[in-house]
T-cell receptor, first 112, second 113 residues
Framework: DVKVTQSSRYLVKRTGEKVFLECVQDMDHENMFWYRQDPGLGLRLIYFSYDVKMKEKGDIPEGYSVSREKKERFSLILESASTNQTSMYLC???????????FGPGTRLTVL | AQSVAQPEDQVNVAEGNPLTVKCTYSVSGNPYLFWYVQYPNRGLQFLLKYITGDNLVKGSYGFEAEFNKSQTSFHLKKPSALVSDSALYFCAVRDYGNNRLAFGKGNQVVVIP
């Protein structure tokens, strides 16, 4: 079974802090994705990566950056957390072609 | 750009009755279509997908979905709902040649005992 793990299930940070969310997958997938999930808005794509050191902006990249130094790991960075970044963050991975994405359990981030 | 519409916020169904969750899509080329389920405080779990071939796709937990190109729909169905099917269901679509999925807003399914 594909396993996608995220570093924290719950995280509480203060406004202005730098926040790192880590995601690791163990199935040698080329593609990795970061989404945020908010009630009534569904899943919105923040960034994705289709190879090591490659990244592309999704629909809502403002306020976020990413890093992919190794194939199995994709990090989401909030340079200066704000209260409107309080959300559920979901990481996913997939093989290169038209395959389904596999999701991690999510990190519920609260910014105070 | 591709998009998905899930017109109902919540679907209520009695246990044992048929369950249908609706999805319509918009893409510029041939669609790749997916259904996912999310239980409380969990990530999304893959249920089934349509890539090509038979319009009726069977997936996990007794779910199936029917691809209808003329109506641009991909409705999720289950013949007999269980209380344990109560969850949030997401439809997603992907354009050919594109690694990105566009998700609908999700449907909350409530199965009443």
């Amino acid at each position: 079974d594909v396993k996608v793990t995220q570093s924290s299930r719950y995280l509480v940070k203060r406004t202005g802090e730098k926040v790192f969310l880590e995601c690791v997958q163990d199935m040698d997938h080329e593609n990795m994705f970061w989404y945020r999930q908010d009630p009534g808005l569904g899943l919105r794509l923040i960034y994705f990566s289709y190879d090591v050191k490659m990244k592309e902006k999704g629909d809502i990249p403002e306020g976020y950056s990413v890093s992919r130094e190794k194939k199995e790991r994709f990090s989401l960075i909030l340079e200066s957390a704000s209260t409107n970044q309080t959300s559920m963050y979901l990481c996913a991975s997939s093989k290169r072609r038209h395959n389904e994405q596999f999701f991690g359990p999510g990190t519920r981030l609260t910014v105070l | 750009a591709q998009s998905v519409a899930q017109p109902e916020d919540q679907v209520n169904v009695a246990e044992g009755n048929p369950l249908t969750v609706k999805c319509t899509y918009s893409v510029s080329g041939n669609p790749y279509l997916f259904w996912y389920v999310q239980y409380p405080n969990r990530g999304l779990q893959f249920l089934l997908k349509y890539i090509t071939g038979d319009n009726l796709v069977k997936g996990s937990y007794g779910f199936e979905a029917e691809f209808n190109k003329s109506q641009t729909s991909f409705h999720l169905k289950k013949p007999s709902a269980l209380v344990s099917d109560s969850a949030l269901y997401f439809c997603a679509v992907r354009d050919y040649g594109n690694n990105r999925l566009a998700f609908g807003k999700g449907n909350q399914v409530v199965v009443i005992p």
